[in-house]
């Protein structure tokens, strides 16, 4: 069972954390369809946020087609995310944590690392209304 964990000085919503940690566990395939996901007053147990903050997001993750709940069942996972888990993936695991342990070593914080992976992974990866990268943009001002 997943393990919800808030960083309250992150600047990101609570709810979002909850939702950004379980398409984590989606993609790592620490969640599986069919597993339950715990319920609210279980993480509200573990966190100390608001049950409202945990039912939305609960209902973000249905809306995405992720789980469902089910009224006095639980809420259930429907969908996995990702391949981060297959065995190509994991010689790059293995490059990835000798890298960050470098970056630790060098003086880097956590913040920083993520900082750095994200500027790659943005670039690398743009978002489908950014341009890729050294694309020229055709409009006019």
Same mark, same amino acid.
């Given at each position: 069972?997943? @393990?919800?964990? *808030?960083?309250?000085?992150?600047?990101?919503?609570?709810?979002?954390?909850?939702?950004?940690?379980?398409?984590? %566990?989606?993609? $790592?395939?620490?969640?599986?369809?069919?597993?339950? $996901?715990?319920?609210?007053? @279980? &993480?509200?147990? %573990? /966190?100390? *946020? =608001? #049950? =409202? /903050?945990?039912?939305?997001?609960y209902q973000e993750l249905q809306r995405a087609g992720l789980v469902?709940?089910?009224q006095g069942l639980g809420t259930f996972v429907v969908r996995v995310?990702?391949?981060? @888990? =297959?065995?190509?993936? %994991?010689?790059?695991?293995? +490059?990835? /944590?000798?890298? &960050?342990?470098?970056?630790? =070593?060098?003086? $880097?914080?956590? +913040?920083?690392? $993520?900082?750095? /992976? %994200?500027?790659?992974?943005?670039? @690398?990866?743009?978002?489908?209304?950014? #341009?890729? #990268?050294?694309?020229?943009?055709? +409009?006019?001002?």
């Amino acid at each position: 069972m997943i @393990e919800y964990h *808030v960083r309250r000085r992150s600047g990101v919503p609570a709810y979002q954390q909850i939702v950004q940690q379980t398409e984590q %566990a989606l993609r $790592l395939g620490h969640l599986q369809v069919g597993d339950k $996901l715990p319920t609210a007053r @279980e &993480v509200v147990a %573990a /966190t100390a *946020v =608001n #049950p =409202n /903050t945990v039912l939305r997001a609960y209902q973000e993750l249905q809306r995405a087609g992720l789980v469902e709940s089910t009224q006095g069942l639980g809420t259930f996972v429907v969908r996995v995310l990702g391949q981060a @888990e =297959n065995s190509a993936a %994991a010689g790059l695991r293995e +490059e990835l /944590t000798a890298w &960050v342990g470098r970056a630790r =070593n060098a003086g $880097l914080e956590r +913040e920083d690392v $993520l900082a750095l /992976t %994200a500027s790659v992974v943005d670039r @690398e990866f743009p978002l489908a209304d950014e #341009p890729a #990268p050294g694309a020229v943009s055709r +409009e006019r001002p």
